[in-house]
């Protein structure tokens, strides 16, 4: 997936610049762990393991998860498991998304959606706020289920 | 019967408000055709052969008299005046333009009525019992499972971009009227040794190109545990479920793949952290919902009109033959209403015909109406003293066909006529087969005979569970049936078995006869009902029926 800047971010609040300075590091879950500097960002597939991620959790500042298709929800099943894991640090999704899916991304434990220009053009930044009050209508809030 | 809170009515509205939104963005070319899909697919609503069709859940089949003249006007606004009851407790529209969408969503959400999920890769409408809260033999009330289910699964954040589509049934008797071994998530409420109430849940069924009967997965789970245990399923399934082929996507390929010990040990893994997500705000909503369910106030009163009627009109004894079923009440009856009179299409109802049902539910049935996946409407519960009167004003109606679970009670699904999956026909096919019984005029004597017919591989007309699966497909442009026998959808579950080589069109209705009159020859007594003896006699005599002169070339 083509990661070139700028990189758009939606939050709760709207569109903004991408604030983190640092590095993306691909992780496939393999290789030498201990060589991961502190305060890394990785970048992971949706595939990956999340217990695999688990040793590194005290090392990583941000999980930067692949969407590569609007139609593969494996991204919010693994952004969820990385939170009841123990994960606190900062979770993106990136890649093809839907406005109307920001709810679900936000639910699922995300911090934020990263997505390209062509992107924010054709689903405008107001189609992203239609559904920020994604704390709102939520069964499983009702049903009290923690994340 | 549940009622909607300020919650759920909020969030509805809040939907439909989306909804609207959305295909303001299709129309405004933000959305693209491929983007849109999934959102209008989420809200249940399909393109089909001819048009747009809007599938509207009826969760676990139970509506009231209120909610079912709401459909009639929907039926006649913004349709053809009728709507089709399907094998999964849902009623389609097949008419509707895509700018009333949003328009009849509001209707459907001033009853406390929705589409959502009932089409799309996501957890699809709960299914359950259609006797539920009823019927003689249950040992609890599969509805507030359901309704719980209902809840949780309603946009949940994690399954709405599943590998394919999900399907939960919720049965609460020993006898499985729920197909729930035909279903991604099949649950039966059970009693343990120590008389606790908890669930026996089975997974990887489903029908399709590829029947599977379910798999026990975990043979006793506590109450509690329900929506952790669901919801770890869900999460193995979606996180190693097939995305590569559309046609191994389902979860019983995923189970087939990687057996059921090793997708058990992958659920329980799960289900250790999963638990301590859920802190028990979902068993007090459990036990609220479970209130609202609660049996109606019965009526005490004699039951003597009914006995007399028995006495008096033969018409009567037939309906009450196969239409009544033991309700828990000995003073009650379950009535069904057979939509399969005999050349209908099966699982229609013209909105006049759904305000009969509407007007006899609010006066004899404590206001409660059931669709069935068998394609009927029930009124579950009728003091026998009025069941007379209520079948007087079906036949009236025309809908006091006598047929309940007989040949003619033929589940169909839309096939060409309207969908466009279809490889052939399947309406004209139950209609011809039920007016060739008609015709026999020893439908009574024939007696339990499950009949069912899919007009595609995708088998939503059940062929594969039906004593009599018909499946219509396409070969060099004209339609063949292929015929299963020894099909089974209860607890005693099994696929039919192909008989052969298909049949033209013109030969099914043909086939299906010489089939009956076998087992007529072959049955050891009036008992023996299609299903048994054709477990005792085996496929070789019916065979032979079906296929004459290869049975004299090779000897069988």
Redesign the interface.
Known sequence: MERGSPRILVRDSGFQDDDWRGEFIQWSGEGDRSALPHGVALDVEN?VPAEDIVPLFGRIALIRIAFPS?????G???A??LR??GYRGRLRASGCF?A??Y??????GFDEVEIDPTLAE???EE?WL??ANWR?????E?????? | MYRYDS?DR??VR?RVA?FR??VE?RIDG??TEE?FK??RLMNGLYLQLHAYMLRVAIPYGTLDSRQMRQLARIAERWDKGYGHFTTRQNVQFNWPRLKDVPDILDALADVEMHAIQTSG?CVRNVTADHFAGAAADEIADPRPTAE?LR??S?????????PRKFKIAVSGSPVDRAVTRAHDIGIRIVRNGAGEIGYEVSVGGGLGRTPVIGTVIRDFLPEGDL?PYVESIL?VY??IGR?DNKFKARIKITVGEHGIEAFRQRVEE?FR??R???????R??FEDIRTMFAAPAYIEAPTGAFDAALARDPAFRSFVDTNLHPHRNPDYAIVTVSLKAHGATPGDATAEQMRVIADLAERYGHDEIRISHEQNCILPHVHRRDVPAVHAALREANLATANVGLASDIIACPGMDYCNLATARSIPIAQGIATRVKERGDERQVGDLKIKISGCVNACGHHHVGHIGILGLDRAGAENYQITLGGDGTETAALGERTGPGFASDDVVPAVDRLIDTYLELRSDEDEAFLATYRRVGMQPFKAALYPDAALATGG
Request: aromatic residues 12%; hydrophobic residues 35%; glycine residues 4%.
């Open positions: 595939t609007h139609m593969d929800g494996r919010f099943s693994l969820r498991y009841l894991l839907l109307d899916q709810a679900m991304a936000r639910r699922s054709r689903q405008p189609q239609f559904r709102t209508h939520d069964y499983r009702r049903l009290g289920r923690r994340l | 919650f909020e969030f809040n989306q939104q959305q963005r933000s959305l983007e999934p959102l890769n719980l809840q949780w309603t946009d949940h954040p994690e399954f709405a971009f599943l929506l999460q979606n996180a995305r799960r952290i999963q301590r997500a859920f802190e028990g705000a979902d007090a909503r």
